[in-house]
């Protein structure tokens, strides 16, 4: 007496292709998703200048005049380096 | 004893004379290197607006070697003196900047706020609106 049924593989899972609007909605969406990744490459071209990124941006006018004094007496106590 | 006068008065203007350049020399010991004042005066280095010399023309070596050393001494001093204001390297730096910029001589480089080299004319410089 055996028993097949318990110890044969179990019928592999069936695989059947989408149908209806949903297949062909994604079908659709794919397409255009390869189409942009090889037709619309996005080129970005380096700027020819250096970018300077402005350190003293945050730097106030009122700091500055607050130093002026005191930088002037500097350049003119330094005049070999100014 | 209209000679002795003329004498005396040469003598005098000869010796005031002397002492005026003898007064005048340490002004001139403290000024620029010939070198610097050089290349200021043609063109090849100027003044940048973060208050430290900028080389204008295409560097050679030697101008590198001057304008590294002058920035380096520059920035000894606006470190210390920021330290005693109490303020940062950078706005001590850039104040010393506006300035330096406003004390170019006609045919001096300088760097306007868009980072352009101009020559200085009898013109006010171009100036970051912050400087005083």
């Known amino acids: 007496m055996t028993y097949a049924k318990l110890t044969s593989a179990a019928c592999p899972a069936h695989k059947e292709p989408m149908r209806g609007f949903a297949a062909m909605a994604i079908r659709g969406a794919m397409l255009a998703v390869g189409a942009v990744a090889l037709g619309g490459c996005i080129t970005v071209n380096a700027p020819s200048e250096p970018i300077v990124i402005e350190l003293n941006i945050n730097i106030t006018q009122e700091v500055i005049y607050r130093l002026a004094e005191d930088a002037g007496q500097t350049i003119e106590d330094n005049a070999d380096i100014f | ?132």
Not at chain 2, 26 to 53: C, F, I, M, S, W
Request: glycine share 8%; net charge neutral.
């Open chain 2, 1 to 132: 004893m209209n000679t002795k006068l003329i004498r005396r008065i040469a003598l005098g203007s000869a010796l005031a004379a002397m002492s005026l350049g003898s007064l005048a020399m340490p002004a001139h010991a403290q000024g620029r290197d010939p070198a610097y004042a050089a290349a200021r005066a043609n063109g090849q280095v100027g003044e940048k607006t973060d208050g430290y010399l900028g080389i204008v023309v295409s560097p050679t070596p030697a101008l590198e070697a001057l304008v590294s050393d002058i920035n380096i001494r520059r920035r000894a001093v606006y470190a210390e003196r920021a330290q005693a204001e109490g303020a940062t390297l950078e706005e001590y730096a850039l104040t010393a900047g506006c300035l330096a910029i406003a004390r170019t001589v006609p045919g001096e480089m300088y760097q306007a706020p868009d980072g352009s080299w101009q020559e200085r004319t009898s013109a006010p410089p171009l100036r970051d609106p912050r400087c005083p």
